[in-house]
């Protein structure tokens, strides 16, 4: 390569004038490379960015603690059935003592009754009480589970069994 070519070429790749270019090559022998490097020294060429990658799992802020997640799974799973069941029992048992079944007509409340009592009243009247249920509805009662938890779903079912009656009493005034 002639010298006029090694001048193109780190004029083109240093982006500085034919002079500097020139001047480098002559202050290096010749060298394109040491010249570059000539040329980076001199501050007349921004150098590359450096990129530094390192293994140690602390410095990656993209991954997470992987083994934390593994164990907790782990004795969750480890759990026997005893301890699990008793689990699921303390939740109903929170779920029934923090809520209440309110029943009202015409906004006028008729009766709140704790879900732990209803519970109990069904376990030995469930009859009587389905009876009653189905009949207050067509009286054009309103039930609505409320308290501590949420429970839309169960009022919601709730609010298409009054629909049902009320589609029921349409049907029949029809008559």
Known sequence: MDEFEKVEKLRQRANVTYEEARDALKACDGDVLDAMVYLEKEGKVDSPESSTFNTNYEEQTQYQDVQGT???????????FGQKFKHLCSIVIAKLRDNYI??????????????????IILLFAWQIVLVAF?????????????????????NEAMNKAEEAAEYVKNEFDKL
């Open 70 to 80: 593994v164990d907790e799974q782990e004795k969750e799973n480890s759990k026997t």
């Open 102 to 119: 309110k029943v009202t007509r015409h906004e006028n409340e008729i009766i709140k009754l704790p879900l732990w009592a209803l519970v």
């Open 134 to 154: 189905i009949i207050s509805l067509f009286l054009d009662c309103h039930y609505t589970i409320e308290g501590k938890d949420k429970m839309n779903v169960a």
